[in-house]
């Protein structure tokens, strides 16, 4: 059974940083690739990072060269550091195993997801 464990999130002021884990259970990590996605009330969800088993990032337009996506295969991990955190950051922020698409509908396994809240 494929389980993904979000951790990280939190309440921070405009201008602060965040790291996000993601901790993959139940799939041979290093052959999949990961994403994060993140998703505000009333909004559609929305593609953050992903990054391939060789180790290529992608990165959605709006948080390009604030965030960056990196994995640890021997901890089965993925993370999302994220830099310059803007209130407009705030959503709960899914991980996501199958696929490196911009697409959520390539993803076969979701986490639980992890609130981020970006106070000005």
């Known amino acids: ?19 996000l884990s993601c901790a993959a259970s139940g ?11 993140r998703q505000a009330p009333g909004k559609e969800r929305e593609f ?11 990165y959605g337009g709006s948080v390009k060269g604030r965030f960056n996506i990196w994995r640890d295969n021997a901890k089965s991990t993925v ?10 950051d705030t959503a709960v922020y899914y991980c996501a195993a199958g696929s490196s ?3 959520w509908e390539q993803y076969a ?7 981020v809240t970006v106070s000005s």
């Open 27 to 37: 799939l041979t990590f290093r052959s999949v690739h990961m994403g994060w996605f």
């Open 79 to 88: 993370y999302l550091q994220m830099n310059n955190l803007r209130p407009e």
């Open 48 to 58: 953050v990072a992903s990054i391939r088993w060789d180790v290529v990032t992608y």
């Open 1 to 19: 059974q494929v389980q993904l464990v979000e951790s990280g999130g939190g309440l921070v002021q405009a201008g602060d940083s965040l790291r």
């Open 101 to 103: 698409g911009t697409n």
């Open 109 to 115: 396994y979701w986490g639980q997801g992890t609130q």
